[in-house]
């Protein structure tokens, strides 16, 4: 049972315009949620998180949109560079818990 | 800086071998994690620590035991590995409260 799905396995992007990556979620325990980027070879790296008392988070470039309601989260990004072409997975826990599910990543493509 | 060290990037053992994957963390955290990845399952966690000699059964532990006899060292162990097994293996550290800082893998190849 996938909690958190991300449902584009990639996408592609023109450099410069916005790169938007989806994620959905069916535990309504789930409070925390993140976003982690990978390279090929290397871990993940913490992207931008956002907590459920906030509907949006930004960082930079990068924006996290969160619909409770909708059990919905997408990550922005603007304007998009060559250097974001990699995996992206969302994440989320829910409180008091250590433990994050991962959804199964979306390959962002930058075409310059 | 964080630093999480696996101790190998690639591994090959044979079917029904043991084989130890070491981690190491720098940062004193208290919270340490085994995942999988596998092309379109994601990271799936295998076990999690939240202190020394405690260790709790992620979503799929089957095949697999870990180890922390210290703080910044935490171990997975496949009793007898099997071809299933082959797998890009990531371990992460946290301070509670804190986003994961995750290591650069382990691909291992089961024969």
């Known amino acids: 049972d996938q909690q958190v799905k991300q449902n584009s396995p990639s996408l592609s992007v023109q450099e410069g315009r916005i790169s938007i990556l989806n994620c959905d979620y069916t535990n309504s325990m789930f409070d925390y949620f993140l976003w982690y980027k990978k390279y090929p070879a290397e871990g993940p790296t913490f992207l931008i998180s956002?907590?459920?008392?906030?509907d949006k988070n930004e960082d930079g470039r990068f924006t996290v949109f969160l619909n409770k309601s909708a059990k919905h989260l997408s990550l922005h990004i603007v304007p998009s560079q060559p250097g974001d072409s990699a995996v992206y997975f969302c994440a989320a826990s829910s409180f008091g818990n250590e433990k994050l599910t991962f959804g199964t990543g979306t390959r962002l493509t930058i075409i310059p | 800086d964080v630093k999480v060290t696996q101790s190998s990037r690639y591994l090959v053992k044979r079917t029904g071998e043991k084989v130890f994957l070491e981690c190491v963390q720098d940062m004193d955290h208290e919270n340490m994690f085994w995942y999988r990845q596998d092309p379109g399952l994601g990271l799936r966690l295998i076990y999690f620590?939240?202190?020394?000699?405690?260790?709790e059964k992620g979503d799929i532990p089957e095949g697999y035991s870990v180890s922390r006899e210290k703080k910044e060292r935490f171990s997975l162990i496949l009793e007898s590995a099997s071809t299933n097994q082959t797998s890009m293996y990531l371990c992460a550290s946290r301070r509670t409260g804190q986003p994961q800082h995750f290591g650069d893998g382990t691909r291992l190849s089961i024969l």
């Open positions: 956002i907590s459920s008392i906030k």
């Open positions: 620590s939240y202190d020394v000699k405690m260790k």
